[in-house]
């Protein structure tokens, strides 16, 4: 929780240890991750030595920030089973909750962690303060609401359950399903959306056709965006407008969606809720910079009526403006910077870099270095390089590139 107790926690995505670290110095009181083999996201983090050592590194970093594990996924028998077997990787991870659906995996933690509180997933679709009731006797200290719950049932459900922590999505992707159960993923490639293995087909581009009967093969197209739709592509959820009436209601956290999206995502959008939630004197300011990440059309999703269907689809597939080049390391010599390379960094494009409390700094046209500090014309993903500017840069400060306006 944030150290000003009338500020719900800002909880956000770590996909990985880099995203993980990233959301701890951009401003979230709290991380979730997956469990590689326990979430619904496939690439959940590994629980093997070298992992856990990182993540442990991390927090002791980040004294007093909060870390939450996602074992979310649907379970069979011989998951349960798995899940028995793999308790002491688990317990190694010293996570602060863990975030579950399956009540019978939820027993299974509650009997091998006992002091380790228990957050239900918005996979079990909580919507009633009844259900909340009957999930606190369970053991359950907090509910990650279903997206589907408006801010007049949130406010219902806290007053009649007034000790029970509330958790709502605030930002970010949303399903085309209730609550995220949805299986159009197996049907077009056989992997499980709700098992860790979605394949996103509710982003794909669609081309729909009418046949008539007596004219096979001849089709009557509809068409948008140049001949394809995204018919089942929500909007993004984006709810930093409007804090103060979750506040209101009762809401104790506030989570960004985002586990497989980049660290600039993770960054951008946790700094942008940390500043809102402070009333920084520059908070819209930074609440702007989220415009300069990759996202769909906005929408504030079901909170101010259960019933709207009005999230979907967007007019556009996607605004892109800026583009992630890279994550400052380290200064190695005087004015150079080593760079960890997510896109192609030129000597001949203008750059910016953002930091925790630095909006942007632009740094020009850089010199670009190889690894052995020859000036070449640019630095590419997955090679070392390094950047030179007279600009002061910091460790963890993110590089990006203007695409458009």
Wanted: proline share 2%; charged share 30%.
């Amino acid at each position: 929780m944030s150290i000003n107790n009338n500020v719900p926690e800002l909880l956000s995505p770590a996909g990985d240890i880099e995203k993980l670290k990233t959301v701890y110095a951009y401003g979230a009181d709290a991380a979730y991750i997956g469990i590689n083999q326990f979430s619904l996201r496939e690439s959940g983090i590994k629980s093997d030595s070298a992992t856990l050592k990182a993540i442990n590194d991390v927090k002791n970093e980040y004294k007093g920030k909060k870390l939450y594990a996602a074992v979310n996924m649907f379970f069979f028998d011989n998951d349960i089973q798995t899940l028995n077997e793999n308790i002491g990787e688990i317990k190694d991870l010293n996570v602060d909750g863990f975030i579950v659906s399956d009540l019978g995996a939820a027993m299974c933690l509650k009997r091998h962690f006992p002091s380790v509180p228990l957050h239900l997933s918005t996979q079990a679709s909580c919507t009633n303060s009844e259900s909340v009731k009957v999930y606190k006797d369970l053991g359950f200290s907090r509910i990650i609401l279903a997206r589907e719950v408006d801010i007049d049932n949130i406010r219902r459900i806290k007053d009649a359950v007034p000790d029970m922590e509330i958790e709502v999505f605030v930002h970010g992707a949303m399903c085309m399903a209730v609550s995220g159960r949805c299986i159009l993923s197996s049907v077009t490639t056989h992997r499980s959306a709700n098992r860790g293995e979605c394949a996103h087909t509710c982003r794909w581009k669609y081309r729909v056709a009418i046949e008539e009967e007596k004219r096979e093969g001849e089709y009557l197209p509809l068409e948008e965006h140049n001949g394809w739709n995204t018919i089942l592509s929500s909007k993004d959820l984006c709810m930093i407008d409007h804090l103060d009436e979750l506040i209101a209601a009762g809401v104790s956290s506030l989570k960004i969606e985002g586990r497989m999206k980049s660290t600039y995502y993770a960054a951008l959008i946790t700094r942008a809720y940390r500043k809102m939630l402070d009333k920084d004197k520059d908070a819209v300011l930074f609440r702007d910079e989220i415009e300069k990440v990759s996202h769909r059309e906005w929408t504030t999703g079901f909170f101010y009526n259960n019933e709207r269907t009005d999230f979907a689809p967007p007019r556009e597939e996607y605004t892109r403006l800026y583009r992630f080049l890279g994550t400052v390391i380290s200064e190695v010599k005087k004015g150079v910077w080593e760079v960890d390379i997510k896109y192609q960094i030129s000597s001949k494009r203008e750059i910016e870099a953002i930091g925790p409390d630095v909006l942007s700094v632009s740094l020009g046209c850089v010199e670009t270095l190889n690894k052995d500090f020859e000036n070449v014309e640019h630095i590419d993903h997955c090679m070392k390089g390094y950047i030179k500017t007279d600009k002061q840069l910091k460790s963890g400060y993110i590089l990006r590139e203007k695409i458009r306006d």
